[in-house]
């Protein structure tokens, strides 16, 4: 029988939790560029390869086909270990990418597409565990914190690189700069790998299949939701709403093995983590992508202009991330999700008056920063937390989890973002009032779903206490 790893043993000495904290944030940086880059870019990609008809698909069959290998990822990890999943997922993440770079078609870039999600998928789950068992607790939240951190420095800068290239030189660059560069870090990775102490891990396969099933059940409910939030507003009919809901409840349907039970009916602990993440990124998401279109359209701010009103958001999650790492106090830390739930919802209300043309922008700006606060407090704080009320030989799947409530609630919520603003999208004003005001009825029910993370908790008697009866 192999001999039970000691906690001794499970930490990484601070030289190798340096490097880990490094690799990974840089492996995360190359993640989120192209997750964030590539809007800027497949405007030009889908006119230049004459596929502005599958514009919808191609941007969201990454999410999408991440969603199946986030779920397949924690299993694989508390099996075989991470070294393979993150290996195989940076490697297919790679090879989306170059095929996307050197696609003739957009049949085969959407086909470069998903196979760069699923490779995604693959990448972000094993470096939550290697933290979650390698890094001792109280520092998880600087790990945290720098994982935020890289993708808000993406967010900064990579619209503009990508709009650069896009104008200066082609659009293919946007995709080809981040395999030439995990080209370059993949022995650097390996070394790191090789410097962390052994582990442990005791998981089985057996069910897996079971796993793959549901899960491309769930991306490809996602797939459909996100195909039907471009429709016209003239051509919704009955039939268009029934596939809606039916997708939707599928998608739910297909996600429940794959995250906690008690998840979908917000049991207090761990399943309202997860469910308290899905709807804090989904909602955050789900705004975010239409602001720099209502700045535009109601205030004729130019692109640039408008796209800085995500860098305030960006900036201000970096700095919630930072304030909630140095909260260390568990007695302070369990308030954190709450707060962040609150600033997100205050800064989701102020969004709604900038739909009307006489009130400043301006007012966007800050309310975009609350909001951007607000996520960044709770999101960190909400990964420590769950691989907190998680055992050391569970914590990928848990891991797996928060990827999924990551992903699941971003395409969901893009998805009704769109079917809701595509309802009256000719009506200008009232499209964006009804498009912020649903986003904002999800930022409501991320507040009070906050108010569940903590495990219920219970006391038993003393022992020299009288019975009461």
């Known amino acids: ?214 899960a491309l059940g769930t991306g490809g409910a996602a797939i459909i939701l996100q195909v039907l939030s471009g429709t016209e507003s003239a051509d919704f009919t009955p039939l268009t709403f029934i596939i809606v809901a039916v997708a939707m409840i599928a998608a739910l349907a297909f996600v429940r093995p794959l995250i906690p039970s008690r998840t979908i009916t917000l049991g207090r602990g761990l399943p309202a983590t997860i469910a308290f993440r899905t709807f804090l990124n989904g909602t955050f998401v789900g705004i975010e992508i239409y602001l720099p279109l209502m700045l535009q359209w109601i205030h004729g701010w130019d ?9 305030v958001g960006s900036a201000t999650w970096a700095v919630g991330s930072f304030i909630q790492a140095r909260i260390v106090d568990p007695k302070n830390r369990k308030y954190i999700a709450n707060w962040g739930a609150f600033f997100m919802l205050l800064g989701c209300l102020g969004t709604i008056p900038v739909a009307f043309v006489s009130v400043s922008p301006g007012f966007l700006v800050a309310a975009w920063a609350v909001a951007g606060l607000g996520i960044g407090l709770a999101h960190p704080a909400m990964s420590t937390h769950a691989l907190g009320l998680t055992p050391v030989e569970k914590q990928g799947g848990t891991s797996s989890s928060l990827q999924m409530a990551d992903n699941l609630g971003s395409a969901l919520a893009i998805a009704i973002a769109g079917i809701a603003f595509a309802l009256i999208a000719g009506q200008g004003t009232a499209a964006f009032v009804l498009l912020l005001s649903v986003m904002s009825g999800l930022a409501l029910c991320t507040l009070l779903i906050s108010f569940r993370v903590e495990p219920k908790v219970t006391t038993s008697p003393l022992p020299n206490e009288a019975d009461p009866r």
């Open 1 to 214: 029988m192999m001999a039970k790893i000691s906690r001794k043993q499970r930490t990484a000495s601070e030289s190798a939790q340096r490097w880990l904290l490094w690799t990974a944030t840089a492996i995360i940086t190359c993640i989120a560029f192209e997750t964030l880059a590539v809007t800027t870019a497949m405007p030009t990609v889908t006119t230049q390869l004459q596929g502005e008809h599958l514009f919808a698909l191609a941007n969201g069959i990454a999410l999408a086909a991440q969603l199946i290998t986030t779920a397949i990822a924690g299993q694989w990890i508390d099996a075989k270990g991470v070294k393979s999943a993150l290996f195989i997922g940076l490697s297919m993440f790679a090879l989306g990418l170059f095929i996307c770079t050197t696609s003739p078609t957009i049949e085969i870039f959407t086909i470069g597409r998903m196979v760069q999600g699923l490779g995604g998928g693959l990448c972000i789950v094993p470096l939550y565990v290697l933290v979650g068992r390698l890094v001792p607790s109280d520092t998880q939240p600087k790990f945290f914190a720098f994982f935020s951190a890289a993708w808000v420095v993406p967010s900064l800068v990579g619209p503009a690189i990508s709009g650069f290239l896009v104008e200066q030189a082609h659009w293919r660059w946007v995709f080809a700069i981040v395999p030439i560069a995990l080209v370059v870090i993949m022995p650097v990775i390996g070394k790191v790998l090789n410097m962390l102490p052994p582990m442990e891990f005791t998981g089985s396969l057996k069910g897996i299949n079971k796993t793959t099933g549901v």
């Open 303 to 311: 692109p640039f202009e408008a796209g800085l009103t995500l860098t």
